[in-house]
């Protein structure tokens, strides 16, 4: 069991140093990229690398029977998700959406945010015996409600920005790459996530659920070293 639950924490450490590098990736990026959406999309993937490692400790805590350690550390790693969706909310609105007002998505994820985080502490979380590969604590149903309303309309802006990158392609190559590795990663990622967040998956199917997240954050460094290029190689 111990191998099992180790290979899942190497995992979660590996999403979390490549969520690292794409947001320190972000201070190479050609300037004549460095737009609006930029840093938000940068910001994500920091809060994302946050997340993973903060659950990478909680699962090995768990494993070796510190739960109430682990359950505290959750909680706090469920706020990091929680924010994680206001923060990706701002980079599709400045990507997708520039004429809607910042502050209309600021107030409406933020109070859908304040309703995540109170739904933590009211109501409790579920500790799951641990499998070979994976030690589980999961919110309530309450709490993936509130974020499953959150999240649904960013998967499906997510699976439009990827249509749209092979519909109206962009007339620069390094651009039209960004927007579709980085749009199918986040896709990959809210779908595996989604399914680990809510405890649909269990034991090995957690570990492979996250190696797919993990892919999703390969394809995101990817997306943002697309914008590295010089400015003598640009098409």
Same mark, same amino acid.
Do not use: H
């Given at each position: 069991m111990l191998a099992g639950i180790l290979f899942t924490v190497l995992v979660s450490v590996a999403i979390g140093t490549f969520s690292a590098f794409i947001f320190f990736a972000r201070s190479n990026v050609n300037p004549r990229?460095? *737009?609006?959406w930029l840093f938000p999309y940068a910001l994500f993937w920091c809060v994302m690398g946050i997340v993973w490692y903060v659950l990478?400790?909680?699962?090995?805590?768990?494993?070796? /029977? *510190?739960?109430?350690?682990a359950e505290i550390i959750v909680?706090?790693?469920?706020?990091?998700? /929680?924010?994680?969706?206001?923060?990706?909310?701002s980079y599709f609105n400045k990507a997708f959406f520039p004429r809607v007002p910042a502050m209309l998505i600021y107030l409406l994820y933020g109070a859908g945010y304040i309703a995540f985080v109170?739904?933590?502490?009211?109501?409790?979380?579920?500790i799951r015996p641990n499998s070979?590969?994976?030690?589980?604590?999961?919110?309530?149903?309450?709490?993936?409600?509130i974020f499953t309303v959150?999240?649904?309309?960013?998967?499906?802006?997510?699976?439009? /920005?990827?249509f749209m990158a092979f519909v109206a392609r962009s007339e620069d190559a390094h651009?039209? *790459?960004?927007?579709?590795?980085?749009?199918?990663?986040?896709?990959l990622l809210g779908i595996s996530g989604f399914l680990d967040e809510t405890g649909v998956v269990t034991d090995w199917y957690v570990t492979a659920s996250r190696l797919i997240t993990?892919?999703?954050?390969?394809?995101?460094?990817?997306?943002?070293t697309a914008l590295q290029e010089p400015d003598e190689l640009v098409i």
């Open positions: 990229y460095k *737009r609006k990478a400790i909680a699962d090995f805590l768990s494993y070796v /029977g *510190r739960k109430d350690l909680y706090i790693m469920q706020i990091f998700i /929680g924010l994680s969706l206001v923060v990706i909310a109170v739904s933590l502490f009211i109501f409790s979380i579920d070979f590969f994976a030690s589980q604590i999961i919110t309530s149903d309450t709490t993936i409600k959150q999240f649904a309309p960013l998967l499906c802006i997510a699976f439009f /920005g990827l651009i039209r *790459r960004f927007e579709i590795l980085s749009n199918l990663s986040f896709i993990l892919i999703s954050a390969i394809l995101a460094y990817f997306a943002i």
